[in-house]
């Protein structure tokens, strides 16, 4: 016998599969990344039409069987539909869903990563962030939470607290100005510096609440990129996309 139980949970993936049913790639809650059934979902007239396309979010009641997990219904919380206004904030919407299901695991709490991503989902669809900045803070932010902090204190390699003028990938951790004899050394002004503490520091819901100046963007951009380069090794279709064509 299986079991039932509930979840908010974000879809990362739909599949089609055959003329009437979906596979769905949940991001859920309490119990990390989940592959569910979603019987019927194609047909026009199915309960779970709404509720389940790419960037759906909602309570969904999922059933647990021997070896799958299945959709017995679900209440639909938010579609982010506005995020498909533009197809740069759909490209960096897709992102955010490639990376959350490449990050995340199975049966395992994977709140604070939902959390992020329904926010910088919110964030795309409020439209008053630059895309780029939201791109950067999130992905400063979900190395963070998944054991990629930069560290920001004070050189990592010697610990000095002077003179702390880049970045270094592979060490990842800001550097002072004598220990700067790597190729993977980008330059950091202190207003970088202190954008990046600002990420890793904040807490969720008040990452999205400021701007910078575009030397600062253009820094944090440069670092954010190659942190991600360094530690994720992988390649995301929807940020090749945008990379080509549109920022
Ligand atoms: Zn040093």
């Known amino acids: 016998m299986g079991t039932e139980f509930k979840t908010k949970a974000l879809v990362l993936h739909e599949m089609q599969i055959g003329d009437y049913d979906k596979r769905l790639i949940l991001l859920t809650k309490e119990h990390g990344k989940l592959t569910v059934f979603a019987k019927g979902a194609k047909k026009s007239n199915s309960k779970f039409l709404s ?9 969904y009641h999922l059933f647990k069987g021997r070896n799958n997990y299945s959709l017995n219904k679900a209440e639909l919380i938010d579609s982010f539909h506005s ?6 904030g759909l490209s960096v919407g897709l992102y955010i869903l490639e990376f959350s299901e490449y990050v995340s695991m199975e049966n395992h709490n994977e709140q604070n990563l939902l959390k992020l991503a329904i926010y ?4 795309i669809e409020k439209d008053r ?8 803070i999130f992905e400063i932010k979900l190395l963070s939470l998944i054991g990629y902090l930069p560290w920001t204190q004070s050189c990592v390699i010697c610990n000095s607290s002077e003179k702390l ?10 550097i002072c100005d ?3 004899n790597d190729r993977a050394v980008y330059k950091m002004s202190e207003g970088t510096r202190y954008t990046i503490e600002y990420i890793t520091k904040q807490p969720i819901e008040k990452l999205y609440n400021f701007s910078v ?3 600062i963007l253009l820094e944090l951009q440069d670092i954010s990129k190659a942190l991600v380069k360094e ?3 992988k390649s995301f279709k929807a940020l090749e996309f945008l990379n080509y064509n549109l920022l």
């Open 51 to 59: 509720v389940s396309q790419l960037f759906c979010y909602g309570e």
């Open 83 to 88: 995020i498909r206004k533009s197809i740069e």
């Open 120 to 123: 910088t989902l919110k964030q």
């Open 129 to 136: 962030v630059k895309l780029e900045l939201i791109i950067s």
């Open 165 to 174: 003028n880049a970045f270094n990938i592979k060490a990842g951790g800001i």
């Open 178 to 180: 004598s220990c700067i």
């Open 213 to 215: 100046e575009d030397y």
């Open 231 to 233: 530690n994720i090794e």
